[in-house]
């Protein structure tokens, strides 16, 4: 194994050492480049993958690991300066910033848009994003590629034949972290008091470590069998409403402490 490509949403994205790509660069020592991006779209991830290709950045030997998204994120013209804005109508942080405040001022617009979608074609698509890496896993015999879903669809178009460079685990991530917390609801109902996900890559430490095992056992023995839900922790969080709460997770190893999460509770 070169090196390992990752292209997808906030299920993968890397902005700081707790993400599980960086688990797996430091545990098994090897080159990854992140390119994932935390509220963006699956098209943002296949217009990087395009780019990966067309500079050559992607070589025999080299793993991709592709992390498809939720059908029906925005791309319009904003997300290409943007992308982290495609699922995103407020930040935290930054809410007054001209790149988090575009919808309001296209609003007319994006009801009109919203009022026409077609949510159907769009799984289609997503769908299709499948095959286009299957069918680059196929062209490129001496790569991997692996595909991992942010949440599984009801469409599924037959993939002709098996591949021995074509991984795609059995497991929806989005379920994973669903699956994390207790009395789950909705996740605005349990994030009401933080305002945003604590959880990296929005899964514990624990179901962290558990992905990046389970993608590299697959990616060296060719089999994604060991992707099963029950390898993965459950019912680990209840709401955080106060900063005791939330401290009590970080010593007990499921969360990583930082300065921000504990202001949100400070103000």
Request: proline share 3%; glycine share 2%.
């Amino acid at each position: 194994m070169t090196k390992i490509l990752i292209y997808g949403d906030s299920f993968s994205s890397c902005e700081n050492s707790f993400c599980w790509s960086f688990f797996l660069k430091d545990q098994y020592n090897v080159e990854v480049r992140n390119k994932a991006i935390s509220g963006s779209s699956t098209e943002n991830a296949m217009i990087e993958f395009e780019s990966s290709i067309r500079n050559n950045e992607i070589n025999d030997g080299d793993t991709i690991i592709f992390q498809l998204s939720t059908p029906g994120r925005f791309y319009l013209k904003i997300q290409r300066d943007y992308p982290e804005t495609a699922s995103l109508f407020y930040h935290p942080v930054s809410p007054t910033h001209y790149k988090y405040q575009w919808w309001k001022e296209n609003k007319n617009h994006i009801d009109w848009y919203l009022g026409n979608f077609d949510n159907h074609v769009n799984i289609i698509n997503h769908e299709c994003y499948i095959h286009v890496m299957k069918n680059y896993a196929e062209s490129f015999p001496n790569q991997k590629v692996m595909v991992l879903q942010n949440t599984s669809q009801d469409i599924k178009f037959p993939i002709s034949r098996t591949l021995s460079n074509f991984y795609m685990p059995n497991i929806d991530l989005n379920k994973i972290a669903e699956n994390e917390i207790i009395d789950f609801k909705s996740y605005n109902d349990w994030s009401k008091y933080t305002g945003w996900d604590f959880r990296e890559n929005h899964l514990s430490i624990p179901n962290r470590q558990i992905l990046v095992n389970l993608i590299y056992e697959s990616l060296q023995t060719g089999n994604t069998d060991n992707f099963t839900y029950d390898r993965f922790q459950k019912n680990i969080f209840r709401r955080m409403e106060n900063l005791d709460q939330y401290l009590h997770y970080v010593t007990n190893g499921y969360l990583n402490d930082d300065p921000r999460k504990r202001s949100s509770f400070q103000k």
